[in-house]
């Protein structure tokens, strides 16, 4: 496999306990900065699997970005096509699509626009700012995914 389909940044132990707070906190109905609990089964055991997203709203559309890479709930979604987005008691059920790099650039910025201060550590020297090639450049690094609720 290349690198562009294994490229994953994996959280540090502190990392990895702050995103499970803010998963903890968006199942209960705190959304921190538009956060939300997503749930999709795993690939290989069937299992539901939950991790803390930024859900982006752009151009009438709504996408998940994986700022990280190439991680488990980027695989499950690929393999499962869809999943649920929790926050609170309010559950919403999707289908996913995902995207091309070549039609991400002004998706990564309008989510670097967003949450570039929780994210940067992840993009490097790419921002909100960045000119159009940098972040085609950048983009399959970010596997980004069209959301269609199912309900």
Not at 40 to 48: A, H, L, T
Not at 54 to 64: H, I
Not at 103 to 128: C, D, H, N, S
Request: charged share 25%; net charge positive; no cysteine.
């Amino acid at each position: 496999m290349n690198e562009q389909a294994t490229r994953y940044l994996k959280p540090s132990p502190l990392g990895a306990r702050l995103n499970a707070l803010v998963g903890w906190l968006a199942r209960r109905g705190i959304s921190l900065a538009g956060s939300a609990d997503l749930a999709v089964r795993g690939r290989k055991s069937g299992e539901w699997r939950r991790v803390p997203v930024n859900p982006l709203a752009f151009e009438g559309a709504q996408y998940l970005v994986s700022a990280r890479g190439n991680g488990e709930w980027v695989r499950n979604l690929r393999a499962a096509g869809g999943g649920q987005l929790r926050v609170g008691r309010r559950t919403r059920a999707f289908t996913a699509v995902e995207l091309p790099p070549v039609e991400t650039p002004a998706i990564l910025r309008a989510y670097l626009e967003r949450w570039g201060w929780e994210v940067k550590q992840y993009f490097g020297e790419v921002t909100a700012r960045s000119d159009d090639a940098t972040l085609l450049a950048a983009a399959p690094h970010h596997p980004i995914f069209r959301i269609t609720p199912t309900e």
